[in-house]
């Protein structure tokens, strides 16, 4: 494969622009410094010979050199202003993303990636996937402690901080995705990810927390060292709309099934009992259809339109006596919504 970008010894495949260029810096820092390096030793050594102890000699002092010391002194200016340059003009670069980038949100939390695209898609949990060719531009946020979107590929690492946003932007231009059965199988740079397809890797670059050493059955992140998600640059952006898993297709009430899915997976059931039994949250048994009160006096009846609310703005209105507990937001695509209010009815008949 002739095409795929190859590493060096010191750095591995770039596949973008502005890695190239990082590249090239990086190079020009590290051969002016081996220069430099093997100019003052070789001096060094020259003299310590020219000018060593000899039987019958004696040292003559020689004095100020001004226009020498002068030299030597202004002379490092140059090269240092140069690379004082040409690193904050990258810096720059690196740090303001071009105008009409693909943009995408980036929630960072104890141990997963999540990617929100335009729009409000959610792409599949540690799964990026950007168009080759564009800029992109990454809009992070935390939910818990720091971590850091570092792509060794694009040279791009930026941390993710919780209280606040941070940017960060690049422009890949070699497509990743081959299918793979292992590592091997490969471009040099990528992994064999999840689905059987070659991605680059996006590391956590910031410890954030391991309770457990290993990576549990459902090969889901447990610490910081397994916080890892793919990276894939496609001609073709596929469509984000989540889709029924594939055992529910066959089930009696397939939407219901979703339904019950989702409550699982997205730990609704931590909060929420499905048998009337009291929790952080009120419980989802015959829930549906009923008259809720809220804090402030209100009312309303339990249609798609209040779970919708609830799902999506949770705070909005608060069933009353469940002030203790603020649940956050989830974003659910409209089907999934949907799919909640089949297994809703399921739970009140
Ligand atoms: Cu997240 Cu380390």
Same mark, same amino acid.
């Given at each position: 494969?002739?095409?795929?970008?190859?590493?060096?010894?010191?750095?591995?495949?770039?596949?973008?622009?502005?890695?190239?260029?990082?590249?090239? /810096?990086?190079?020009?820092?590290?051969?002016?410094?081996?220069?430099?390096?093997?100019?003052?030793?070789?001096?060094?050594?020259?003299?310590?010979?020219?000018?060593?102890?000899?039987?019958?000699?004696?040292?003559?002092?020689?004095?100020?050199?001004?226009?020498?010391?002068?030299?030597?002194?202004?002379?490092?200016?140059?090269?240092?202003?140069?690379?004082?340059?040409?690193?904050?003009?990258?810096?720059?670069?690196?740090?303001?993303?071009?105008?009409?980038?693909?943009?995408?949100?980036?929630?960072?939390?104890?141990?997963?990636?999540?990617?929100?695209?335009?729009?409000?898609? !959610?792409?599949? /949990?540690?799964?990026?996937?950007?168009?080759?060719?564009?800029?992109?531009?990454?809009?992070?946020?935390?939910?818990?402690?720091?971590?850091?979107?570092?792509?060794?590929?694009?040279?791009?690492?930026?941390?993710?901080?919780?209280?606040?946003?941070?940017?960060?932007?690049?422009?890949?231009?070699?497509?990743?995705?081959?299918?793979?059965?292992?590592?091997?199988?490969?471009?040099?740079?990528?992994?064999?990810?999840?689905?059987?397809?070659?991605?680059?890797?996006?590391?956590?670059?910031?410890?954030?927390?391991?309770?457990?050493?290993?990576?549990?059955?459902?090969?889901?992140?447990?610490?910081?060292?397994?916080? /890892?998600?793919?990276?894939?640059?496609?001609?073709?952006?596929?469509?984000?709309?989540?889709?029924?898993?594939?055992?529910?297709?066959?089930?009696?009430?397939?939407?219901?099934?979703?339904?019950?899915?989702?409550?699982?997976?997205?730990?609704?059931?931590?909060?929420?009992?499905?048998?009337?039994?009291?929790?952080?949250?009120?419980?989802?048994?015959? !829930?549906?259809?009923?008259?809720?009160?809220?804090?402030?006096?209100?009312?309303?009846?339990?249609?798609?339109?209040?779970?919708?609310?609830?799902?999506?703005?949770?705070?909005?209105?608060?069933?009353?006596?469940?002030?203790?507990?603020?649940?956050?937001?989830?974003?659910?695509?409209?089907?999934?919504?949907?799919?909640?209010?089949?297994?809703?009815?399921?739970?009140?008949?």
């Amino acid at each position: 494969m002739n095409m795929d970008p190859q590493g060096t010894v010191q750095l591995p495949p770039a596949y973008s622009a502005y890695a190239r260029e990082v590249d090239e /810096l990086y190079g020009s820092i590290f051969w002016l410094s081996v220069a430099l390096f093997v100019g003052i030793v070789g001096a060094m050594l020259v003299l310590l010979w020219r000018y060593r102890r000899r039987p019958g000699r004696k040292s003559k002092p020689t004095g100020h050199a001004t226009v020498l010391e002068i030299a030597w002194t202004v002379a490092p200016l140059f090269p240092l202003a140069w690379l004082f340059h040409a690193g904050f003009a990258h810096y720059v670069d690196g740090a303001v993303a071009p105008e009409g980038a693909y943009e995408v949100r980036v929630r960072a939390m104890q141990w997963s990636w999540e990617f929100e695209h335009p729009g409000g898609a !959610l792409g599949p /949990l540690n799964e990026l996937t950007v168009p080759v060719g564009e800029p992109v531009k990454l809009i992070m946020s935390s939910s818990d402690v720091i971590h850091s979107f570092f792509v060794p590929g694009l040279r791009v690492k930026r941390d993710v901080v919780p209280g606040m946003y941070t940017t960060l932007w690049f422009e890949a231009d070699q497509v990743t995705g081959g299918a793979c059965e292992s590592d091997d199988a490969c471009p040099e740079g990528q992994f064999c990810g999840r689905q059987g397809r070659c991605a680059l890797p996006i590391y956590c670059a910031e410890y954030c927390g391991a309770p457990q050493d290993i990576q549990d059955s459902a090969g889901r992140n447990t610490n910081h060292s397994t916080m /890892l998600a793919e990276l894939y640059v496609v001609e073709e952006m596929p469509s984000f709309e989540p889709i029924m898993p594939e055992r529910c297709e066959a089930a009696e009430d397939p939407m219901a099934c979703w339904g019950e899915h989702l409550y699982q997976s997205n730990g609704c059931v931590g909060c929420h009992s499905v048998d009337g039994s009291s929790g952080p949250g009120p419980s989802w048994q015959g !829930l549906w259809g009923s008259e809720r009160a809220f804090e402030g006096g209100e009312r309303a009846v339990a249609d798609e339109n209040y779970v919708r609310q609830s799902i999506l703005q949770p705070q909005a209105q608060v069933v009353e006596g469940y002030t203790s507990v603020n649940m956050p937001p989830y974003r659910l695509s409209d089907r999934q919504i949907e799919a909640i209010v089949a297994y809703l009815r399921t739970l009140s008949e």
